[in-house]
Nanobody
Framework: QPHLAESGGGSVQAGGSMRLSCVAS????????MGWFRQVPGKEREVVAT?????????MDDVQGRFTISQDNTVNSVNLRLQMNSLKPEDTAMYIC??????????????????????WGQGTRVNVSS
């Protein structure tokens, strides 16, 4: 299975922008769904954005129009990016990259879908101050 490594987190003021990156290396699925979850202490992990190997994207309602998910593929890796604009304090969270060997990303938007995923990065923290 692939190894996921995130980067790009940090602190920013409200209204600012930040880009997160997740590099998937090792064994790369020919067909996949990849994306970002976020989690704050005391709350359930929630899906933010997904993209599949066909390039189809889906974002949670709260980030529509502000966040963009994209990918660059090479023979040996997938570089997943999450461009976050117009950040709000409520976007503060640990952002965690995930992958699955299915192109059906829509299932990730069901409640508690994260419990069924097994490929995760270590996470990168995003802090948005008001």
């Amino acid at each position: 299975q692939p190894h996921l490594a995130e980067s790009g987190g940090g602190s920013v003021q409200a209204g600012g922008s930040m880009r997160l990156s997740c590099v998937a290396s090792g064994y790369i699925y020919s067909a996949y769904c990849m994306g970002w979850f976020r989690q704050v202490p005391g709350k359930e992990r929630e899906v933010v954005a997904t993209i599949n190997s066909d390039g189809r994207t889906k974002l949670m309602d709260d980030v529509q129009g502000r966040f963009t998910i994209s990918q660059d593929n090479t023979v040996n890796s997938v570089n997943l990016r999450l461009q976050m604009n117009s950040l709000k304090p409520e976007d503060t969270a640990m952002y965690i990259c995930a992958a699955d060997s299915t192109t059906y990303c829509e299932g990730w938007f069901r409640p508690e879908s994260y419990r069924f995923l097994s490929i995760w990065g270590q996470g990168t923290r995003v802090n948005v101050s008001s």
